[in-house]
């Protein structure tokens, strides 16, 4: 995968930081902390992502049996997945200098920046993961195959021990991305997930459930629901776009 881009959107940084409903409004001087942050950020986000694909020998209820490798005990992959025939394994990360430059800045007391740069880089996380998505599916697409929404270890219905078979299965030391004792993944702005690849799969409506979730006031919503329209305050911070050449 060549050529892949992603945008940072300032209203998902600055759900991260409270203003959720429409009638929280940032002052000047909070935007001028985001634009801040946001700059800070094109200088020490290292996008990186590994990616491999594994023969499906079956799927059931509790579990999908991969040809060569462990057994996932992902839940429920016939009802949310449909038939696949194929499994995707990914790691991405924004990588560990954002972790050093928070570090530094709460050492210096900018207290506020480093808080909202932490928040952007949650976002600019979980925007490269759904933009490798979407040029996943556009690329398999081309091949006559569908691909379905992402599923995390330590989601609902995947155990976040099973962080350690995907490790086993992926070389993410090549990006830099490691396991610690808990399963927990370092650096910390670093995702992994997996997606059911097949003629006859089930395609999320978008990358990101959250566009079609309806549940309100939600502290991990990572995206607005479907057609909410941009505040005012929005027209006066650009979105950060970063353009990569990996080749995953």
């Known amino acids: 995968m060549v050529g892949l881009s992603f945008e940072i959107d300032p209203q998902e940084v600055l759900r991260l930081q409270g203003y959720r409903r429409s009638s929280d409004v940032p002052t000047a001087e909070v935007l001028a902390i985001l634009k801040c942050a946001m700059a800070v950020g094109r200088q020490v986000f290292q996008p990186r992502w590994v990616y491999r694909e594994f023969v499906v020998e079956s799927v059931d209820l509790m579990r999908c049996r991969l040809q060569e490798g462990p057994d996932l005990l992902i839940r429920q992959i016939p009802e949310r997945w449909g038939p696949i025939t194929t499994l995707g394994l990914a790691v991405c990360t924004i990588g560990e200098a954002i972790e050093h430059r928070i570090e530094s800045l709460l050492a210096e007391r900018e207290f506020p920046v480093a808080y909202m740069l932490d928040s952007l880089g949650s976002v600019a996380v979980e925007a490269l993961a759904e933009a490798f998505l979407r040029q996943l599916c556009n690329d398999r697409l081309a091949q006559g195959l569908k691909v379905t929404p992402r599923e995390s270890p330590g989601y609902v219905r995947w155990p976040i021990e099973e962080q350690r078979k995907v490790f086993a299965l992926l070389p993410a030391d090549t990006i830099g991305v490691g396991l610690n004792p808990y399963c927990i993944m370092t650096p910390r702005k670093s995702i992994s997930f997996a997606v059911g690849i097949g003629a006859e ?23 607005p629901r479907r057609n909410v329209a941009a505040p005012a305050w929005a027209l006066s911070v650009d979105p950060l776009v970063l353009e990569l050449s990996q080749s995953a």
């Open 201 to 223: 799969a089930k395609m999320g409506r978008t990358p990101s459930p959250c566009h079609s979730c309806d549940m309100r006031n939600c502290t991990y919503r990572r995206a």
